[in-house]
Structures are given as C-alpha cells and as structure tokens.
C-alpha cells in the first residue's frame, strides 16, 4: 500500500502539468533602478526589477549575468513596485 502511494507521488511529481507556464520579458520592461556599490578592492551592482508586483534585486556578476536573486525590502517590509501593463 505504502509503495503504491509512493509510485503515484511520484508520477504525479513528474507530470508535466505541475510544471508552470514559461514566460518571457524583456529586461528594459521590468528593470526599476540600476545600482552600484563601490567598495576598496569590488564594486558590486545591482539592478532592481519589478516582477508580478515585487521588487527583487538581481545581484550582477562581473560579466553582467545574474549570479543571484533577492526580495527588496523597504521600511521593513517587501517593496512592492508597478510597472507598465506586460504583454
């Protein structure tokens, strides 16, 4: 019995309807602030985009791809943010 549950999760974890819709945006539509933080020996830069109402920080690596993701937070709380109607 157990094993049969677990088989279904499976397939069910597999399936390729859980999987969510791929959508594509372009930077310049989404992109909030460009942000550079100098340091003694780094700088690092940032660029805050808005996606679905929040505010998120891209961290840049020194080729300009993204090396990691954040929520931005403002006052304490997640920034949230507008940007124009996305088709």
Request: charged share 25%.
């Amino acid at each position: 019995m157990k094993a049969r549950l677990l088989v279904s999760l499976l397939a069910l974890s597999f399936s390729p309807t859980w999987a969510a819709p791929e959508r594509t945006l372009s930077m310049d539509s989404v992109v909030l602030e460009d942000i550079r933080v100098e340091g003694l020996v780094q700088a690092w830069r940032f660029r805050k985009v808005c996606l679905d109402g929040q505010a998120y920080l891209l961290i840049l690596g020194g080729n300009q791809t993204p090396i990691a993701v954040s929520a931005s937070f403002k006052d304490g709380k997640p920034e949230q943010c507008k940007t124009p109607d996305l088709k």
